[in-house]
């Protein structure tokens, strides 16, 4: 009777932790990278060849769109704020932020920067007023622009107050989330490439995750207050290899530790379920995390470049190349 009491409980263990990743829908022509989702039901992704698309009924059906007079350009980031409103971010020079308050009919430009270098790589929003933009360094100083108008209008930082970028170090346009709100105020950012590192206000903290190569490095960040964070990254061109592909802190940066059980290949975003549940994806699939990030399962080889949970609910999607876009089911 024990045995089978003990084989049960461990069925329903199994079951009760058990993720599925359900396709909803999927555009074979592009690459998403920007994904934002507002509500269970409310969710925009952004991608190659000026797409956007809009979902309001929690994924059955989309809106797919063209922006008009941005057909080859790349929205890297999205970042909505409900049904009609939402900000799309272009990547090369020249840079680019839109917004649209129709949901999607029109756009406005709210940003431009023709400067020679200029890569924007991703948005970040405390609420629905203030936000941040950051981007690859220009004359070696990371570009770090805010608004404080829900994206109207967007000042860049003073010259002097730049964070100064070492060589061969920038950020990558990956998932719109090496740039996440550290509390009220303020935001932390990652950086990769031949260095990557750790911003938190004035400090820059070296960060125990492969660099040293252009596709090396930090991809993504997540927060879950202000003193746990969890980084992922890894090679882009060697996306099946674990080796310091993750990092966590429970001490804001002041230590990390190296998951014993690493994601299962490189990494592009990273986000917190709960406290102890994380999901991250790549490339080359998808992992959970069950306890703070210590252990990682692999739930999906499938690849995806971005995931995201509902702002105000409890819905995660995910979205990657081949336009495909997915929800977690986490049981």
Not at 46 to 51: L, V
Not at 237 to 255: A, E, F, I, P, W
Not at 264 to 282: A, D, E
Request: aromatic fraction near 10%; include cysteine.
């Amino acid at each position: 009777m024990n045995k089978i009491l003990m084989v049960l409980l461990l069925f329903l263990s199994i079951t009760a932790s058990a993720q599925t990743i359900q396709l909803l829908d999927s555009n074979t022509t592009i690459s998403i990278r920007g994904l934002s989702v507002v509500s269970d039901n409310i969710l925009w992704a952004s991608g190659s060849k000026g797409t956007v698309a809009r979902s309001l009924d929690g994924g059955k059906t989309f809106r797919w769109m063209i922006v008009k007079g941005f057909e080859k350009r790349d929205f890297r980031d999205v970042e909505a704020f409900d049904a009609n409103t939402a900000i799309i971010m272009t990547v090369d020079t020249p840079a680019i932020i839109l917004k649209t308050n129709d949901g999607g009919t029109t756009w406005r430009k709210v940003f431009e920067d023709k400067r020679t270098g200029m890569f924007l790589d991703a948005m970040e929003f405390w609420n629905n007023s203030s936000g941040i933009v950051v981007g690859d360094p220009i004359n070696n100083k990371l570009f770090i622009a805010r608004t404080f108008d829900g994206g109207e209008t967007w000042r860049g930082l003073p010259e002097a107050n730049y964070p100064e970028a070492a060589e061969g170090e920038a950020m990558f346009a990956s998932s719109g989330t090496n740039v996440v709100k550290l509390n009220k105020q303020e935001a932390v950012f990652v950086t990769g490439g031949k260095k990557s590192r750790l911003f938190i206000r004035d400090l820059k903290i070296d960060l125990p995750i492969v660099q040293g190569k252009d596709f090396t490095g930090a991809n993504s960040i997540a927060v879950y207050d202000e003193k746990n964070m969890v980084i992922v990254g890894g090679d882009f061109t060697k996306d099946t290899s674990r080796y310091m592909n993750c990092v966590l802190t429970k001490n804001k940066g002041q230590s990390f530790i190296i998951p014993a059980t690493p994601p299962f290949g490189y990494r592009s975003c990273v986000i917190y379920i709960s406290k102890n549940k994380l999901i991250t994806c790549g490339t080359t699939g998808v992992d959970v995390s069950e306890d703070g990030g210590n252990n990682w399962r692999n739930v999906s080889a499938s690849g995806f470049h971005v995931v995201q949970k509902a702002k105000n609910g409890k819905a995660v999607f995910l979205a990657g190349s081949r336009g495909r876009i997915a929800k977690l089911i986490w049981q």
